[in-house]
């Protein structure tokens, strides 16, 4: 509360400075977008949560978010794996058989995949990182791979956020995205 006192506080005091800083005599100078010089990776979130709890903040994360996908993989397996291990220490596989290093191997590597030949999804049951779709509940996926153990079953009260919609339905047509509440 009190941050968003000082933010709208300076809000007004830019605004007035603005507004009582112009006259009739101030010419307008257009200016063009510069977009030389370099640009840099500020994140990367192909699949939700993963960079959140698999990378420590701080200097690592950034190197990280700067690291391309085709490296992240072998620079970073052993670092999700050891966390993983941290989390969950009683993980054998997961619900899609994957053992530590082939399910971390997976996710060291931040991309989202597309299947050209299955339906697009996040995880429906029988696809599996195909995609994803709006309406999939991304988390709880993830969650049943990291505690769910190999049936999915094991840690009931740890595969689930318990957020089980979006907080308004999707549109039909596009863009598809909910209108602001």
Known sequence: MKNNIFKILALSLM????????NDNDEFISQQTDFSGTFVQADQMGRPAINTVFIAS???????NTTIPSAMGAAYQSVFQTRLMNLNPAYT???LGQTAAQFTGLLA???????????????????VLTGRALAD??????????????????????TKDNVNSNDKPFLTSFPYLASAW
């Open 15 to 22: 605004a007035t400075a603005v507004f009582t800083s112009c």
């Open 58 to 64: 701080g200097a690592p994360k950034n190197t990280f």
């Open 93 to 95: 596989t997961n619900a």
């Open 109 to 127: 590597t931040d991309v989202l995949g597309v299947s050209k030949v299955a339906p697009t999804t996040f995880f429906d049951g029988t696809n």
């Open 137 to 158: 509940d991304v988390i709880d996926t993830e969650l049943l791979l990291i505690f769910g153990g190999p049936g999915g079953t094991s840690n009931p009260g740890l």
